[in-house]
């Protein structure tokens, strides 16, 4: 996916790049064409005009007004055949009388409006007429009478000359191909370029990418190389600054949670020397109670009560030490889970208050760690004669993905505010509830024992009522996790 989003990027930035240059060379190329065929087009013309009226000027005297027929003709052919290449067609006209320089043109190109503008106008008109596949400038002007000291007089006779842009054409023509070949040299550069930038865009991009990973791996020492000063050195920059002070926070997260693990091992270590001289003591004091007065029986009989549930809440911290320094190990054993079920219930004399469903010896084997198992069953089977009601029922069966443990109980079931809290430590869905029978940490245990075999387990309510934990654990594996020797 991450490679895809890079391509993706890359090929944004090249069809970024690609439309700015089309787009740049189209209009680049629109504006150099436009003043080009503007350019060429106004030289002809005007070459075409100065010429035209320089003819005029030196034949213009040799005309008689009123002129004949003949005469108009004689004159077009005159201005035409000053022209060396023999292009020009000229038209003389006079009132209802005309004259041209090729008998039996009908000079289509001379329309009505550019006659009328010319016979209204003493200024010279043109115009560029298309017909035929072919481009012609028509340029029409009267001939005027008059010198520089005298007002000029119209002598009525009008002239036009019809011109074909042949060779204008040509050079629009190449024009426009050249203008082609430009713009196809710019989209190509345009890519390269593209390319390029984008090559320096996604270096930086991936290398961030593969630090964000080796950050996200747990390698908290990983830091990019700043190379320039642009806004991705900054961003490299930033990201060494976060680096090192999520660096910093973690470890001293990890030094606080190190210290917290230290104690409450060292605490409970410490305590279960004091807690043995008492359980002895108050094993004697219970020996006793019967032949004691009944104040003092019934606080002997509380003080033996409290030092097991002390020494048993040591003994679960301890545990739970284990577990987060990751000293927990697992010790496998091919068994037969079925018959360990059996035997947890029977050594905690939960046999006949127990209902089991339980497949026929040797039906369900594994490698597990017998300890751990018994653990697992034994806090989740107490914890629903505590807080369930009867009857409660283990069952056991095999899935897909290993042995499947199920222990649910009779009760109300379990609040869903509570569900996604009840395997967290010392939980208590009753915050007026001071404190309880147990330590509060049966459940994580037996989350942590399960999660070491590599297994999951979940509470949810029975459609029928009662809660019901759900234990899933793989029988055959390659490998064990977490059976080094501590």
Known sequence: MRKRRLR????????????????????????????????????????????????????????????????????????????????????????????????????????????????????????????????????????????????????????????????????????????????????????????????????????????????????????????????????????????????????????????????????????????????????????????LDPDTATAVRLISEETVKLARLVDDLMEISRFDAGAAVLHLDEIDLAESIRRTLAARGWTDTVATDLPPPHAVRGRVDPRRLDVVVANLVGNALKHGARPVQVRLSAGDAGAVIEVRDSGPGIPHDVLPHVFERFYKSDTARIRSEGSGLGLSITAENVRIHGGTVRAANHPAGGAVFTVELPLRRDESPEENPS
């Not at 008059?146 to 007089?153: E, N, P």
């Not at 390269?192 to 990418?209: C, Q, S, T, Y």
């Open 8 to 291: 993706g990027l890359r090929a944004r930035l090249v069809v970024a790049f690609g439309l700015v240059a089309t787009v740049a060379a189209i209009t680049t190329g629109a504006l150099t064409f436009r003043e080009a065929r503007t350019g060429v087009l106004q030289q002809s013309q005007d070459a075409t005009i100065r010429q035209l009226r320089a003819q005029l000027n030196q034949h213009a005297t040799e005309l008689a007004v009123p002129p004949e027929e003949s005469a108009l003709r004689e004159f077009a052919q005159d201005v035409a055949a000053t022209e060396s290449q023999g292009s020009w067609r000229v038209l003389v006209t006079y009132g209802d009388l005309s004259g041209s320089s090729a008998p039996g043109d009908p000079f289509t190109e001379v329309t009505p409006a550019l006659r009328k503008a010319v016979g209204s106008s003493r200024a010279t008109v043109f115009q560029r007429v298309r017909g035929e596949g072919r481009t012609s400038l028509v340029v029409g002007m009267s001939i005027l009478f008059g010198g520089r000291d005298t007002a000029a007089t119209v002598t009525g006779v009008h002239v036009f000359l019809v011109v074909p842009q042949t060779t204008e054409q040509a050079y629009v023509d190449a024009l426009v191909a050249a203008v082609e070949r430009a713009m196809v040299a710019a989209l190509a550069l345009a890519v390269v370029l593209a390319l390029l930038a984008a090559r320096g865009v996604l270096v930086p991009v991936r290398k961030l990418r593969l630090a964000t990973r080796r950050i996200a791996e747990g390698r908290l020492d990983t830091r990019l190389a700043v190379n320039g000063s642009d806004e991705l050195a900054d961003l490299s920059h930033t990201f060494n600054e976060t680096a090192a002070a999520l660096e910093t926070s973690v470890a001293e997260l990890r030094e606080m949670e190190a210290r917290a693990r230290r104690f409450a091992a060292d605490v409970s270590h410490e305590l279960r020397t004091p807690l043995a001289a008492m359980s002895a003591v108050t094993d004697v004091l219970d020996e006793d109670a019967a032949r």
